[in-house]
C-alpha cells in the first residue's frame, strides 16, 4: 500500500512538472467542449430555397409564401426558368429547387391531383432528408389552408440518396393535424444531446492516452526496467501507475460538467453520484485498454497511434453522432461491444432523463463486465510482458 | 570467502540464437569483478539474468546464496543493478530521484536521509540536488544513476557498461568510487568494454560471442598470449602493418595508437630484427619486444574463437 502511494506521489510529481501537459489536460477538453458543443449541431436551419413557378396564379405565389415565410428556409428568390433550379443546385447556390408544375392552381380547382416537384441537393443526405420533411409539413399546411377537400397534392421528391425521383405518398388534405411534441429536450436543442456525449468522449481520449503514453513512456525511458528491480510488485506498479489517471478522469469530469452548466446553460437531470460511478465503471475499460496498449507499443508514438486506431472505432461506433439505428443490422450488433456505446448512452440517460438506475442496469451490466474482462485481461498481459 | 555470486553452466537462447553458451564464474565478497569484451558478447544477458529481469532456463544462477528464479523479491532487495542506459525520470530533481527509490526500497526515513548525505559526499551531487536529471552531465547523470542503485546499501552491485560515453575525467571518478564501495565490502559485478577499465579490477572475464575465452587476474591474463610480441614505434604505423601482415613469420599485427603491435612464434635474434628493420617500408625507429597487454591476448583470443 505504502508503495503505491509513493508510485502515486512521484506520478503527481511528474504531471505538476510538466506545466504543458497540465495545459493539455485541463484545458483543452474545455476548450474543445465550448468549440465542439456549439459547432457540431445536427439542427438544420437556414435551407437555402429558390422556386420556379410555372404557374403563376394566386394558389402558387401563395404556396411560394408559404415556403418563404417559413423560419427553416431561407427564401433566396423565383428562378426565371425551369433549368435555373437545376443549374442554381449543381453551383450549390441553394440546397433545395422547387417546380410548381404549370397546372398547378387549375388541377386544384378541379379537384384533381396537383403536383410540385423538389429538387434537393443530397451531398449531405441527413440535412436534405429533414428539408424534405419540412416541405412536406409546409404542403399539407397549405393544402389544409386552401380547404380543397377533396383534392391532394403529389410532392415528387429529386436528389435524395437512394430516393432518386421517389415519389412521396399524395399529401392528403385531412381535417385531423398531429402537433409533435418532443420530451426531455423540448426544443429538440442538439447542445443538450451533444454535450454530454462529448463529455463522454472527451474522457475516453484523456483516459485512454494518458495511461498508454504514461506507461510506454516508462519503457521508453527504462524506468520500467528500474522499477522492475525494485521490490514493488507488478500489482502494485500497475495500481501506482492507473490510479492517477483514474483520478484525473474524475477531475475532468467535474471540469466538463461545470463547462456544461455554465457555458451551455445545460442541468444534469439525473443523479451526479450515479455519473460519476458510471464514468469510473467506465474507466475500467479505458484503463485498461491503455493497459493493452502500452504492452503492444515500444515508444510513445507506437503508443499515440495505436491508441488513435481504437479510438476512432470505440467513438464513431458509439452513437455518439451517427445514431446507431441508423447502422446497418449487422454493424448494430457489433457496437453491442463497445463499450463506449453503453457510456454514452448512459450519460445522457442520466443527463437528460435522470433515468433511475433501476432502468439503466441493461447498460451498466454491459459495461461493467466489459471494464473487468479488459482491465484484468490487460494486467495479466502486461505483468507477463514485465516478468 | 564467501561467494557472492555463483554462475554455473548457464546459458541462454533468445529465439533460437545463444546469446550466452554455458558460462560459470563465481565472484567473492567484497570482490571487484569485470566483465570485458565487445558488444553482443552476452555481458548484458548474464546481468539482467542475474538480475532476475529475465527468466533462467539452462545453468543455475545465486546471489548472496539466494536462487535467482526462487528468490525473485528477496534478491531484488539485496542488490542494486544500473542499467546501460541511463533509466531515471528525467523529469524529477536529483534529490526526488534518490527520495523515489529511497521509498520504493523501503530505507526507514530515519536511515533515508543520512544515506542521502553519504551519497551526496561521495558523489559531490549536493550542489545539484534540485536540478532536474535531464540537466545533468553524462558523468552527473551516471553519478546519479549509481547513487539511486546504492540508496538501499545493497550488498551486491551489477553495473552494466556504467562508463560507457562519459568523458576521462568522470570515468576515472566513477571507478575511484567503485574502488570505495569494494574496499568498503560491496560485491562488484561491472561490464565494460575499455581494455583500461580491466586493469583496474580485481579480476575479470573476458566474454566473446557468449563465451568466457579468459578469466584471470588482469595481470595474469597476458601470459595467455602464445607468442612473442614486439613492439613497433614509426611515423606511418599503417604502412607497417601492411608490410607485416604479407610476411610469413608475423603471427599477428595490431595498430595501437602510433604503435604496431606484432607477434612472432618464437623471440627473434638480433640478425631477424635488424632484416625487419631493413626491409621495411618506412623507417621503424624503434622495436623492442614487451609483454604482452590484456587488449593483445583478448584481440588474439577472439581470433582463436573464429
Known sequence: ?387 | MQTHIAIEHFSKNFDGVEAVKNISLSVSKGELFGLIGPDGAGKTTTMRSLCTLLPVEQGELSIVGLDVRKEVRRIRSRIGYMPQRFSLYPDLSVEQNLLFFADLFGVPKQEKFQRLQELYHFSKLEPFKKRLAKQLSGGMKQKLALSCTLIHTPEVLILDEPTTGVDPVSRREFWLILKKLRDDGVTILVSTPYMDEALLCDRVAFMHKGQILALDKPDKIGRLFPYALYEISSSAPQKIQNHLQSQPSVQTVHIFGDRVHASFRESLSAEQLATIQRTAPEPIAAMRQIEPGIEDTFLELMKQVE
Open chain 1, 1 to 387: 500500500m505504502q508503495q503505491i502511494l509513493y508510485l502515486l506521489q512521484k506520478e503527481f510529481r511528474q504531471v505538476f512538472r510538466d506545466r504543458a501537459m497540465l495545459a493539455i489536460m485541463f484545458i483543452a477538453p474545455i476548450m474543445q467542449t465550448i468549440v465542439l458543443g456549439f459547432s457540431m449541431t445536427v439542427d438544420v436551419k437556414n435551407i437555402r430555397l429558390i422556386i420556379f413557378d410555372a404557374d403563376q396564379s394566386v394558389l402558387s405565389r401563395e404556396l411560394g409564401r408559404s415556403f418563404a415565410n417559413n423560419p427553416y428556409f431561407d427564401f433566396l428568390g423565383y428562378a426565371e426558368a425551369p433549368q435555373e433550379l437545376r443549374d442554381q443546385l449543381d453551383r450549390w447556390q441553394t440546397q433545395i429547387g422547387i417546380h410548381i408544375d404549370r397546372d398547378f392552381s387549375r388541377n386544384i380547382q378541379r379537384g384533381e391531383r396537383a403536383s410540385i416537384l423538389l429538387m434537393l441537393d443530397g451531398l449531405d443526405g441527413n440535412t436534405a432528408g429533414i428539408a424534405a420533411g419540412y416541405a412536406q409539413g409546409i404542403l399539407a399546411e397549405f393544402a389544409q389552408g386552401i380547404g380543397q377537400r377533396a383534392s391532394t397534392i403529389r410532392m415528387a421528391l429529386s436528389g435524395l440518396p437512394g430516393t432518386a425521383n421517389m415519389r412521396s405518398r399524395p399529401t392528403p388534405v385531412t381535417p385531423v393535424t398531429s402537433e409533435t411534441r418532443f420530451w426531455y429536450n423540448l426544443n429538440l436543442n442538439s447542445k443538450n444531446y451533444m454535450v454530454p456525449g462529448l463529455i463522454g468522449v472527451l474522457l475516453t481520449v484523456v483516459t485512454l492516452f494518458l495511461t498508454s503514453m504514461g506507461l510506454v513512456r516508462e519503457k521508453e525511458i527504462g524506468t520500467l526496467e528500474q522499477l522492475m528491480v525494485t521490490p514493488i510488485t507488478s500489482t502494485q506498479l500497475i495500481v501506482g501507475k492507473v490510479l492517477p489517471f483514474l483520478l484525473i478522469g474524475f477531475v475532468e469530469l467535474n471540469v466538463m460538467l461545470a463547462a456544461a452548466f455554465v457555458i451551455f446553460d445545460l442541468q444534469l437531470a439525473g443523479s451526479y453520484l450515479l455519473l460519476v460511478g458510471v464514468a469510473q465503471l467506465y474507466f475500467l475499460t479505458t484503463l485498461g485498454l491503455g493497459i493493452f496498449i502500452s504492452t503492444l507499443a515500444e515508444t510513445q508514438q507506437q503508443a499515440l497511434f495505436i491508441s488513435w486506431f481504437f479510438m476512432i472505432f470505440i467513438i464513431l461506433m458509439s452513437g455518439f453522432f451517427t445514431p446507431i439505428a441508423n447502422m446497418p443490422d449487422f454493424w448494430q450488433m457489433v457496437t453491442y461491444l463497445n463499450p463506449a456505446r453503453y457510456f454514452i448512452s448512459l450519460i445522457r440517460e442520466i443527463f437528460l432523463k435522470a433515468t433511475p438506475i433501476n432502468n439503466l442496469w441493461r447498460e451498466i451490466i454491459p459495461l461493467a463486465i466489459f471494464g473487468v474482462v479488459i482491465l484484468s485481461a490487460s494486467t495479466l498481459k502486461f505483468k507477463k510482458r514485465i516478468s
